[in-house]
C-alpha cells in the first residue's frame, strides 16, 4: 500500500501542486481576514458547487471512457489524426460546435481522443470551436439576447478561426514541445 501511494506522489501532476499551494494561500487569507466564519462560508460555497458539477464530472468522464469503448483508436486516428489533413480539423470543428456542454464533459473528450489517436491540429480545432462556435449556446443565448445581425456577424468572422488553429498547432506544438516535453 505505501509503495503505491509513494509512487503516485512521484506521478503528482504539476497542476495539483499549484491547485494545492492556491488552497492553502486563500484559505490562509480568508482566515486572516474573515477568520473562521469566512473559511466556513467558502466550505460551505464549495459544497454546493460540488452539489451542481458533480454529475456533470461524472457525465464526462463516463462519455470519455466510452468513447475509448465506442470508437476504436484506429478510426479516431484515421479521422481526425495526424495524416487527417483538413478532413480532420473539419470533423472537429463541427464535432466541437456541436458538444453541448461545459468543459467537465468536452475536456475528457478531448484527453480521450488524444489517447486515442487524435492529431494535435484536429484536437486544437476542436477546443477552439467548443470554445467559440458552440451551435447550443448559441440558440439558446446569443440570438435571444443579442439578436440574428449579431449573432450571424460574430458567428461568421469566428468560423474560419478553429481551421486556422488547427493548420498552425502542429508545428508550434513541436516547437513547444522541444521546451516542454510531453508524456
Keep these: 500500500m505505501?509503495?503505491?501511494f509513494i509512487g503516485g506522489l512521484k506521478k503528482m501532476d504539476i497542476s495539483f501542486i499549484i491547485m494545492a499551494v492556491l488552497v492553502v494561500i486563500l484559505g490562509t487569507f480568508t482566515f486572516a481576514n474573515h477568520g473562521l466564519s469566512g473559511l466556513n462560508e467558502?466550505?460551505?460555497e464549495t459544497l454546493h458547487l460540488l452539489k451542481r458539477i458533480t454529475p456533470q464530472i461524472i457525465l464526462g468522464l463516463t462519455a470519455a471512457g466510452l468513447i475509448q469503448v465506442v470508437i476504436p483508436s484506429h478510426l479516431i486516428a484515421r479521422w481526425i489524426g495526424d495524416g487527417s489533413g483538413i478532413a480532420g480539423i473539419m470533423?472537429?470543428?463541427v464535432a466541437g460546435a456541436l458538444t453541448p456542454a461545459g468543459p467537465f464533459v468536452s475536456f475528457p473528450?478531448?484527453?480521450?481522443?488524444y489517447k486515442g489517436g487524435a492529431g494535435i491540429?484536429?484536437?486544437?480545432?476542436?477546443?477552439?470551436?467548443w470554445?467559440?462556435?458552440p451551435l447550443h449556446r448559441v440558440i439558446i443565448w446569443e440570438l435571444p439576447l443579442l439578436g440574428p445581425t449579431f449573432t450571424s456577424t460574430r458567428y461568421l468572422t469566428s468560423i474560419a478561426l478553429p481551421i486556422i488553429g488547427g493548420l498552425i498547432a502542429p508545428s508550434l506544438y513541436a516547437i513547444?514541445?522541444?521546451?516542454?516535453?510531453?508524456s
Design 109 to 113: 473528450i478531448v484527453a480521450t481522443l
Design 91 to 93: 470533423i472537429a470543428t
Design 2 to 4: 505505501q509503495k503505491s
Design 121 to 129: 491540429g484536429p484536437l486544437t480545432a476542436y477546443v477552439i470551436a
Design 42 to 44: 467558502g466550505l460551505t
Design 131 to 133: 470554445g467559440i462556435l
Design 176 to 182: 513547444i514541445s522541444k521546451y516542454f516535453p510531453h
